[in-house]
């Protein structure tokens, strides 16, 4: 007999193949032999379809809000097997709620945020790795630090207690070629990592767009839709 989760499985596992050939194929494009994390990204999304994925091997997931966040995180069946990517735009009063249950903080965007997240990490007992998102067009409401701000804003994160620099994330421009944005944030990580060779992170690529993140050395693709779905169905 087929259940309902079991067809589930097989639709997202098809998915995940679907990705991780088009990563490849990237991949071989690029001439890159180093393979970027694949971190899914399951907003919108029951916690039972991440235990489905955790199960199918992913072991790095992202989500944008805290409220949703916090009651997956505490869903979800093997959670130690999982790293939770906080991947949305951060008040600093959502801050301490965010340092409790994610693993990566990929938003960090203003020095207020940063202030906040490292107590709010110090109060949990915990370290958090973090990336600098960038604003890569010039639309606000996105979030993102500007590309000139990075290095000073990398500098206050190191200079934390709990927060463990690891490098830059962004999402590309609506609308406009995402590749010359993608390479924009190259120069960025390459500055940071000037001051902060740690900070090897480039995280960047969805799923429309992450073969032009791949070619431009990106490290980490958070990918929704083309594993999970539309999210506009779920709503
Ligand atoms: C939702 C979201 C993604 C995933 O987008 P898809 O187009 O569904 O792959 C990636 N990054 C951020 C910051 C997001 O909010």
Known sequence: MTTDADARRAELAANLEAV???????????GREDEPHLVVVTKFFPASDVDLLVDLGVTDIGENRDQEASAKAAEVADRARVMLHFIGQLQSNKAASVARYADVV??????????????????????????????????????????GEARALADLVAGTDALRLRGVMAVAPLGSDPRPAFARLREVSDAVRRDHPDATWVSAGMSGDLEEAVAEGATHLRVGSAILGSRQSHR
């Open 20 to 30: 991780r050939d088009r990563i490849t194929r990237a991949l071989e494009q690029a």
């Open 106 to 147: 990929q938003s960090l965007d203003r020095p207020k945020v940063v202030t906040a997240l490292d107590r709010g990490a110090q109060e949990a007992g915990r370290v958090l790795d973090v990336t600098l998102q960038v604003s890569l067009d010039d639309a606000t409401g996105r979030g993102g630090v500007a590309p």
